[in-house]
C-alpha cells in the first residue's frame, strides 16, 4: 500500500473535518505503531480505523451486586486496575454495561464517580438510566453525536452515539446489554436493535449479549443475516468472555460490525492457577474473582470503515 498516515485530531483530540487522506487515517496518532499491511480486505482504498472495547464491568462488584462493593481496603488497587487495562490496549472508544455511576462508596457519606476515577482521560461520555443491574456507559475521545437511550425491554437498555467519519459520513456505535432470563426477549432485543441500523451503512453494536448456551448461532446467525461481522464467533471462533454463567453462554459479549471489516481481536482473561482456561467452572468462581476486575472480560476490536 502507498500513502501516509494521518493523524486526524487536533490538541483536544476532537475529530478536524472534513477528512483528505491518501492511505489510512486514525482516531489516535497513537495507532501509528500498528501495521499498514494487516488490513484484511487488501483494499488500497482509505479507511479510518479505530479500537473499540466493551466491558460488562459488574456493578465494580464482580458482577454480584447492582452496586459498587469497593472497600477501603481495594479501593486504589482497583483503580489502577481498571486503569491499567485502559493505559495497556489505549481504546478510541469504550462501551460499558452494568455499569454504576458510584465507584466507591465508604458507607459514611463519602462517595466516587467512576466518571472521574476511571474514564477521566476520555474527553466525552454518555451514561444511562441505573436499574437494579442495568446501566450502560460510553466513552470516547472522539465527537459524540446524536447521543440516545434505547428501550430494550424489562429496565433493559442500550446507548448509542454518533461517530462521524467524514463530513457526510458517520458510524453508529451502539452499547447494549440484553435481557438474560427468557430467550424470546433476548432475541427480541436484538432484533430491535438490527432494525434500529438496518438503514444505516455503518453501525456497531457491542455489548454483552447474553446468548444463551448451546444457542448462540441463533443471534450470531441473525447479525451475519442483516450484514454485520463478529468478534466473537466469528473468524476467531468463540471466545471465552465470562466464567459464571449458568443460562447464559460464557462466549456472550461481543462487538458486531456493519460496513466496515474487524482487524483485530483481543480478550483481556486472567486464569487462576490451577484452573482450565479454557473451561471455567462455576464452583472456582471466587478463585476467577479474585484475579479479574469483573466476572466478564474485556473484548477489544480494531475496526475499520472505508471513506470512499
Same mark, same amino acid.
Given at each position: 500500500m502507498n500513502g501516509h498516515i494521518f493523524k486526524v485530531t487536533d490538541e483536544n483530540n476532537e475529530l478536524k473535518l472534513p477528512i483528505t487522506v491518501t492511505d489510512a487515517v486514525y482516531l489516535n496518532d497513537r495507532k501509528l505503531t500498528d501495521v499498514i499491511d494487516d488490513i484484511s480486505s487488501g483494499s488500497t482504498a482509505p479507511f479510518f480505523r479505530f479500537? &473499540? *472495547?466493551?466491558?460488562?464491568?459488574?456493578?465494580? %462488584?464482580? /458482577? #454480584?451486586?447492582?452496586?459498587?462493593?469497593? !472497600?477501603? %481496603?481495594?479501593?486504589?488497587?482497583?483503580?489502577?486496575?481498571?486503569?491499567?487495562?485502559?493505559?495497556?490496549?489505549?481504546?478510541?472508544?469504550?462501551? +460499558? +454495561? @452494568?455499569?454504576?455511576? &458510584?465507584?466507591? =462508596?465508604? /458507607?459514611?457519606?463519602?462517595?466516587?464517580? %467512576?466518571?472521574?476515577? &476511571?474514564?477521566?482521560?476520555?474527553? =466525552?461520555?454518555?451514561?444511562?438510566? @441505573?436499574?437494579?443491574?442495568?446501566?450502560? %456507559? @460510553?466513552?470516547?475521545? +472522539? !465527537?459524540? *453525536?446524536?447521543? =440516545? @437511550?434505547?428501550? *430494550?425491554? #424489562?429496565n433493559y437498555k442500550a446507548l448509542e452515539f454518533s461517530l462521524p467519519l467524514t463530513a457526510t459520513k458517520k458510524v453508529k456505535i451502539c452499547m447494549c446489554h440484553l435481557p438474560w432470563q427468557v430467550e424470546s426477549e433476548q432475541q427480541a432485543a436484538l432484533q430491535t436493535l438490527i432494525n434500529r441500523y438496518a438503514n444505516e451503512p455503518y453501525a456497531i453494536i457491542m455489548g454483552d449479549m447474553n446468548f444463551h448456551a448451546n444457542k448462540e448461532m441463533t443471534s450470531i446467525n441473525k447479525l451475519t443475516a442483516a450484514g454485520y461481522q463478529n468478534a466473537n464467533w466469528g473468524y476467531m471462533g468463540k471466545i471465552l468472555t465470562s466464567y459464571n454463567n449458568v443460562v447464559c453462554s460464557n462466549y456472550l459479549d461481543n462487538i458486531a460490525v456493519k460496513g466496515g471489516s474487524i482487524l483485530r481481536v483481543q480478550v483481556l482473561q486472567n486464569t487462576p492457577e490451577g484452573c482450565d482456561p479454557d473451561n471455567p467452572n462455576i464452583n472456582d468462581e471466587l478463585l476467577w474473582d479474585a484475579v479479574n476486575l469483573s466476572d466478564h472480560f474485556p473484548i477489544i476490536a480494531d475496526v475499520e470503515f472505508p471513506l470512499i
Open positions: 479500537r &473499540i *472495547l466493551s466491558w460488562n464491568v459488574g456493578h465494580w %462488584a464482580k /458482577g #454480584n451486586s447492582g452496586s459498587s462493593k469497593v !472497600t477501603p %481496603a481495594d479501593y486504589e488497587s482497583t483503580k489502577k486496575g481498571f486503569h491499567k487495562v485502559f493505559n495497556d490496549y489505549n481504546p478510541d472508544v469504550v462501551g +460499558c +454495561c @452494568e455499569y454504576s455511576s &458510584i465507584f466507591y =462508596n465508604d /458507607g459514611s457519606g463519602t462517595t466516587t464517580t %467512576a466518571r472521574n476515577d &476511571i474514564f477521566s482521560q476520555f474527553k =466525552n461520555y454518555s451514561i444511562g438510566s @441505573e436499574i437494579g443491574y442495568v446501566g450502560t %456507559a @460510553e466513552f470516547a475521545n +472522539c !465527537t459524540m *453525536l446524536e447521543k =440516545n @437511550e434505547i428501550s *430494550l425491554g #424489562n
